[in-house]
């Protein structure tokens, strides 16, 4: 789960709820004004088994980020109201324990993660449609053969990524 602190002072956070006979699954996203009163709380069917990253993005709304039970990523595009604009899937590598999304400064995304020996990074724009992708092996990147997930990507001021992991021999 992911908990995003918002422009208006509020807080959106998502997660996944199971019901206890596993016969409900969907993703829940809650909005809280400033005052944490619950603007709205909103469920998804999805094939999503975690989100565990949300940002708000800059024209409004939110993305959200997890993987899917194909091992696949996927991404949720939500307006202001948490309505659904659009959902992808992206075949871009094995699932990754802790996939996360930055809004880039050209309004596109960059979303990074990883498992044990793999690290992927692809971008998307606007409307969800893939610009690149990468995949990266611990040799690949300098190390030994096995890759943490990473942390977070930062945006450099010239355009470029800053992507902060770990690797060993």
Not at 7 to 32: H, P, Q
Not at 111 to 135: V, Y
């Amino acid at each position: 789960s992911s908990v995003e602190a918002l422009e208006d002072g509020g807080y959106a956070f998502c997660g996944r709820y199971d019901d206890t006979d596993a016969s409900e699954r969907y993703l829940l996203l809650v909005k809280l004004d400033a005052a944490g009163d619950t603007v709205f709380v909103n469920r998804y069917d999805s094939t999503f088994v975690t989100a565990p990253d949300l940002i708000e993005v800059s024209t409004g709304g939110f993305l959200l980020v997890g993987h899917s039970f194909e091992l696949d990523y996927m991404v949720m595009r939500l307006d202001a109201a948490g309505d659904m604009i659009w959902s992808r899937r992206y075949d871009v590598s094995n699932m990754s324990n802790n996939p996360s999304v930055i809004e880039c400064i050209d309004g596109n995304f960059f979303i990074s993660g990883g498992t044990s020996f793999i690290t992927s990074m692809f971008k998307i724009d606007t409307s969800g449609d893939l610009l690149w992708d990468g995949r990266y092996k611990g040799n690949d990147l300098g190390g030994g053969i096995n890759v943490q997930p990473m942390n977070k990507a930062q945006q450099t001021s010239d355009g470029g990524l800053i992507i902060p992991g770990s690797s060993f021999n």
